[in-house]
C-alpha cells in the first residue's frame, strides 16, 4: 500500500514543479473616466470671511476626478441670500468643470425658488443653471418658466443676485399679471 501513496504524492509534486508560473493577477485598470473618489450623501456649507453661509449644498452623490472635476448626482444648492430670502435650486445632475472652484453647472431640469425683490415668493424652471457660489448668484441663457401668486411668466435667460436679491429676466420676456 504504501506505494500507490508514494506514486500519488511524486505525481503531485512533479504536477506542482513543472507547471508554469501563475500569472500575477493584474491590478485593476483605472479609466482616466473613472471617479478618484465617490461621496454619498454629502452636505456642505460655504462660509465668507465674517462665518456667515454664503452657499450650502446637498448631493445624493458626488464623484470627485483627477482633473479637480466633480459630477453630482441628486443636487440641491442654497444661496442665502438677504433678508433670510433663500434661493433653492435642485436638479438631477451637477458639474463643477476642472479647476472651477466656484461655479456649478445644474442640469437635467432644475426646479427652484426664491422671491421677487418685492419680497413675493416665486417658483421657476429651467433646463440649466450656472450657480456662483462665489458671488452668490444664479444665471441661465435658456428659457425660464416664472411662476408666483398674481403673475407668471417666462424668459429666455435669467439672472439673480443674492446679496442684492436682484432678479432680472434677460430677453423675449413675458409676464402674465392676474389681478387678486
Do not use: C
Not at 69 to 92: C, K, L, N, T, Y
Not at 104 to 130: C, I, K, N
Not at 149 to 166: F, I, L, T
Amino acid at each position: 500500500m504504501p506505494v500507490p501513496l508514494l506514486v500519488i504524492v511524486g505525481a503531485v509534486l512533479a504536477f506542482a514543479l513543472l507547471r508554469e508560473p501563475a500569472p500575477e493577477s493584474a491590478s485593476p485598470s483605472i479609466n482616466a473616466e473613472d471617479p478618484r473618489y465617490v461621496l454619498r450623501g454629502t452636505e456642505w456649507r460655504s462660509f465668507d470671511a465674517d462665518g456667515e453661509v454664503r452657499f450650502e449644498g446637498r448631493a445624493r452623490q458626488i464623484e470627485y476626478h483627477d482633473d479637480e472635476s466633480a459630477r453630482m448626482r441628486d443636487f440641491q444648492v442654497r444661496i442665502p441670500g438677504r433678508e433670510g430670502r433663500a434661493w433653492v435650486a435642485w436638479a438631477p445632475l451637477g458639474h463643477l468643470p476642472a479647476g472651477g472652484r466656484e461655479r456649478l453647472h445644474l442640469s437635467g431640469g432644475v426646479e427652484g425658488q426664491g422671491s421677487w425683490p418685492d419680497g413675493l415668493a416665486l417658483t421657476f424652471s429651467t433646463p440649466e443653471l450656472w450657480v456662483d457660489a462665489g458671488n452668490e448668484s444664479l444665471d441661465t441663457t435658456a428659457e425660464v418658466q416664472v411662476n408666483s401668486v398674481g403673475r407668471s411668466g417666462r424668459s429666455v435667460g435669467m439672472k439673480v443676485d443674492g446679496p442684492a436679491h436682484s432678479v432680472r429676466l434677460l430677453a423675449d420676456v413675458e409676464i402674465r399679471y392676474v389681478p387678486g
